[in-house]
C-alpha cells in the first residue's frame, strides 16, 4: 500500500502540469483503483428507460465487478452483484429483459428481482430446513439513485449523494437531459475491447480538443496550420475536479437547429424546440453546445453525436467500451433513426472516428509499459495559469486548446487514491 501511494504523489505533479506513465502499467495500482474509485465513486449503470417496467432488468459492470440492475415489483430500482450465493456462479446471462425471477443454472437457487432468495433445491432434504433464505440473497449495490434518468451505482454506504458528487456538472448535463418535458432515452448498446489503460481514454472524453485537427484531420481536413489554433466559438468547462466537459457557445443570431453539420430533418426538429429549451433552461444554455465530456470517473459522453459510453476497465492494459445513442424521448422517430446511424458510423466500433481514437490509445498504453519510457513525465500544461470564470458559467474555464480539464481529472485521479488533494 505505501509503495502505490509513494508512487501516486511522485506520478502526478501537485499542479497536474504533468504525469508519470506508471500509472498506466502498475498492476498494484490498478487493483488499488478497484477499491479506492470504483469502490468509492460514483459509476453510471444505465437508464430509467431500460427498466420500462416491473420485472424489467438489465447487465452491466462497476469497475470490474458484474452488476445486475432491476426494476422490482413495485417499482423500485435496485443493483446486485451478478452472482448467486451459492457457488458465486454468474447468475443472469442475459442482457436485459423482463422476469420475476432469476434461477442460477448451476444449482437452480432462485432469487426475485428484488434479490431475495426464493428457494434452493433440496432445502428440506438436502438443508435439513435450516437455509437461512433471509441471510443468502443477492449482495445488493449499496447506493443506488438517479439524476434526470441517469441511473448510478455506489459500493459506499456513506457516499455522499449523487447530486453532491455531480455538483455543478448537474447543470451541463441538464442541457442534455433536460431540455424537453419527456426527458431522454437510450438507444441500443455497442460493446468493444481496446487494449488501453481506462484513464487514458477517460482523459481524452473529459478534455481533448487538441488533438481534433490533428488524429481526425481525415475526416476534417484543413490547413496544418490552423490545427491547433484556439476555435473562438469553443471552451473548455472544468465545473468540478474531475468532471469536464467542452462546449461551442452559439452566437445570438444562430439557432440551434443552424449550426451547421446535421441533416435537415434534424436541423428542424432542433428549431421546432428551441423555444422549450430555453422555458426549461433559460437564456445561457440553449446557447451552449457541448462537445464532449466525462463525469469522473467514466461516463464518457459525445453530444455532438448523441453518443453516451461507459469506460469498462479490465485490468490495467484494457477496456470494454459500452456505448449508447441518447436522444429525446418524444423526438420523431425519423430523427431518432438519423442520429443513431450518426453515432454509429462516427463513434461505433468501426467509427470512423472512433478507429482514430482507439489507435492513439492503444499506442498510448502500450508505449508506458517499456521501463525507459515510465521514468519520463508527460506534459499537461496547456492553458496553466490562465483559467478563468465566465459570468453565468459554473465553474472554470479555458480555451479549447487547454488541459484545463485533464488536470482537474488527475488531480481528482490523487484526491480519491490517496483520500488528500493533490
Known amino acids: 500500500m505505501n509503495a ?50 416491473p420485472g424489467s432488468f438489465f447487465r452491466t459492470h462497476m469497475g470490474e465487478e458484474p452488476i445486475l440492475v432491476t426494476r422490482t415489483l413495485e417499482g423500485e430500482v435496485r443493483a446486485f452483484l451478478n452472482l448467486c450465493r451459492h457457488r458465486g456462479a454468474q447468475l ?32 428440506k432434504q438436502l438443508y435439513y430446513g435450516e ?19 441517469l441511473v448510478f451505482g455506489n459500493f459506499d454506504p ?24 419527456g426527458g431522454t432515452e437510450l438507444l441500443g448498446v455497442q460493446r468493444w475491447r481496446i487494449p488501453a489503460n481506462w484513464k487514458v481514454v477517460a482523459e481524452n472524453h473529459v478534455g481533448d480538443e487538441y488533438h481534433v485537427g490533428f488524429t481526425h484531420g481525415s475526416q476534417l481536413p484543413r490547413p ?20 469536464g466537459l467542452g462546449v461551442d457557445v452559439i452566437p445570438e443570431d444562430i439557432s440551434p437547429g443552424e449550426r451547421g453539420g446535421f441533416d435537415e430533418e434534424v436541423n428542424e426538429y432542433l428549431r421546432s424546440i428551441a423555444g422549450e429549451m430555453k422555458e426549461r433552461l433559460g437564456e445561457m444554455r440553449p446557447r451552449l453546445f457541448p462537445i464532449h465530456g466525462l463525469v469522473f470517473p467514466t461516463l464518457g459522453m459525445i453530444p455532438i453525436l448523441n453518443s453516451i459510453r461507459v469506460i469498462h476497465p479490465i485490468g490495467p492494459g484494457e477496456v470494454e467500451l459500452w456505448s449508447y445513442c441518447m436522444v429525446d424521448r418524444d423526438a420523431p422517430q425519423q430523427v431518432k433513426d438519423i442520429l443513431v446511424q450518426r453515432s454509429i458510423a462516427a463513434f461505433g466500433p468501426a467509427g470512423a472516428f472512433e478507429q482514430d481514437d482507439s489507435a492513439n490509445w492503444t499506442g498510448v498504453t502500450r508505449n508506458t509499459v517499456g521501463q525507459q519510457a515510465r521514468k519520463h513525465r508527460l506534459n499537461l500544461s496547456m492553458g496553466l495559469g490562465h483559467e478563468g470564470e465566465v459570468p453565468g458559467l459554473p465553474g472554470e474555464v479555458g480555451l479549447t486548446a487547454s488541459d484545463i480539464n485533464q488536470r482537474g481529472f488527475y488531480l481528482r485521479w490523487v484526491r480519491e487514491m490517496t483520500g488528500v488533494s493533490a
Do not use: T
Request: contains cysteine; aromatic residues 10%.
Open 224 to 243: 496544418i496550420e490552423s490545427r491547433a489554433a484556439p476555435i473562438p466559438m469553443a471552451r473548455e468547462i472544468r465545473p468540478e475536479l474531475g468532471h
Open 131 to 149: 437455509l437461512d433464505k433471509e441471510e443468502w440473497g443477492l449482495v445488493r449495490v449499496a447506493r443506488v439513485e438517479s439524476y434526470k434518468g
Open 158 to 181: 456513506d457516499a455522499e449523494p449523487l447530486a453532491d458528487y455531480l455538483g455543478n456538472m448537474a447543470w451541463y448535463l441538464d442541457i442534455l437531459l433536460d431540455r424537453r418535458a
Open 92 to 123: 443472469c446471462h442475459e442482457d436485459r429483459g423482463v422476469a420475476k425471477s432469476f434461477n442460477c443454472r448451476y444449482h437452480g437457487w432462485a432469487y426475485a428481482c428484488d434479490g431475495k432468495l426464493l428457494a434452493a433445491p433440496g432445502e
Open 4 to 53: 502505490c501511494v509513494d508512487l501516486i504523489e511522485r506520478s502526478v505533479a501537485p499542479d497536474a502540469s504533468w504525469i508519470r506513465p506508471d500509472i498506466f502499467a502498475d498492476e498494484a495500482l490498478y487493483r488499488l483503483e478497484q477499491e479506492r474509485i470504483f469502490g468509492r465513486c460514483w459509476l453510471l449503470l444505465g437508464h430509467e428507460s431500460q427498466l420500462p417496467k
